[in-house]
């Protein structure tokens, strides 16, 4: 009995989108036209490719062993049209991540990445709302907090590095005793894992009086805010790397002691893996981290 090609892509749409109403929405299709070319399939081989909970899709192990095996063929069928047809087929990449991390990490090197895949587009959503990956189109996401996703694939960024820092500009700088730190105006970033209150404890300092503050919703606000001169801030070295390679921060205090955390983290659905142009970001993402890694940035 042959088997419609139609039902093996449908399969396989579902399989990658982790979702009937993904592959559908893909697909231009309605979720039942979906389940039903699924069925129409294990009907024809004779075993359960997929388990249905709820809007999502899980595989069973015959599942799991056809969509590896088809896979590859399918990728080289899609390859092969599209360079019949005579252009160049655009597959669209949608990244989420916090603001800061998109303003000053990722979007400094997204230009590297697009020069070395050019069959992709990037869209880029820069938000703090974490994604709700079973109702919202999103590729894979760079999210803020502690790491504890159940059910996502989850990887830590890198570790990162908190230190007081300030505008060169600003009085003393590079040379304050962590005491006298109480004395000026002390940039929040309210929603950092890393404060004030976890900072002064390490440098041995006791709270000694009410703090001079100026409270901000993003990092990135708080390290412009420091680059202003308008206090000093406590910031993580992955987030402002530019400007502490560009000089316009330093650390205010010398060999300051650091708070070390991983504070973003690589999430999506594990069946987001199999789709090629996350598995290619994920290789770039990973080589940047390590060369950021053995690049310490200036000025601390």
Same mark, same amino acid.
């Given at each position: 009995m042959q088997i419609p090609i139609k039902s093996i892509l449908v399969f396989h749409a579902a399989a990658r989108a982790g979702s009937i109403s993904r592959a559908a929405e893909e697909l231009s299709v309605t979720p039942s036209a979906v389940s039903q070319q699924i069925q129409l399939l294990e009907g024809q081989l004779g075993t359960t490719l997929m388990a249905r909970t709820g809007r999502k899709v899980t595989l069973t192990e015959a599942g799991e062993r056809y969509f590896s095996m088809i896979t590859a063929q399918i990728e080289q069928i899609t390859d092969a049209t599209d360079s019949i047809r005579g252009f160049r087929s655009v597959t669209t990449l949608t990244i989420r991540a916090?603001?800061?991390?998109? /303003?000053?990490?990722l979007l400094?090197?997204?230009?590297?990445?697009?020069?070395?895949?050019?069959?992709?587009?990037?869209?880029?959503?820069? &938000? /703090?709302?974490? &994604?709700?990956?079973?109702?919202e189109l999103v590729d894979i996401e760079l999210r803020h907090g502690d790491g504890r996703?159940?059910?996502?694939?989850?990887?830590?960024?890198?570790?990162?590095?908190?230190?007081?820092?300030?505008?060169? /500009?600003?009085?003393?700088?590079? &040379?304050?005793?962590?005491?006298?730190?109480?004395n000026q105006r002390l940039i929040h970033s309210v929603k950092a894992q890393a404060q004030w209150n976890h900072w002064f404890p390490?440098?041995?300092? &006791?709270?000694?009086?009410?703090?001079?503050?100026?409270?901000?919703?993003?990092?990135?606000?708080?390290?412009?805010?420091?680059?202003?001169?308008?206090g000093v801030a406590l910031e993580s070295t992955l987030m402002m790397e530019q400007e502490l390679r560009s000089g316009a921060l330093i650390a205010a205090v010398p060999d300051a002691p650091r708070i070390r955390l991983v504070t973003q983290w690589i999430v999506c659905p594990h069946a987001h893996l199999r789709q090629k142009k996350v598995r290619i970001f994920l290789d770039w993402l990973r080589k940047e981290r390590d060369d950021w890694k053995s690049r310490p940035a200036q000025g601390q």
């Open positions: 916090t603001p800061t991390i998109s /303003n000053k990490w400094p090197r997204l230009g590297s990445f697009l020069e070395e895949h050019p069959e992709l587009e990037v869209r880029l959503d820069g &938000t /703090n709302e974490p &994604t709700d990956f079973s109702q996703w159940p059910g996502l694939f989850v990887e830590g960024l890198v570790e990162e590095e908190f230190l007081p820092v300030c505008s060169p /500009n600003y009085p003393k700088a590079g &040379t304050y005793a962590p005491e006298e730190l109480q390490l440098a041995g300092v &006791t709270a000694e009086k009410r703090w001079r503050r100026v409270l901000f919703d993003r990092s990135h606000m708080a390290i412009d805010a420091a680059v202003l001169s308008i």
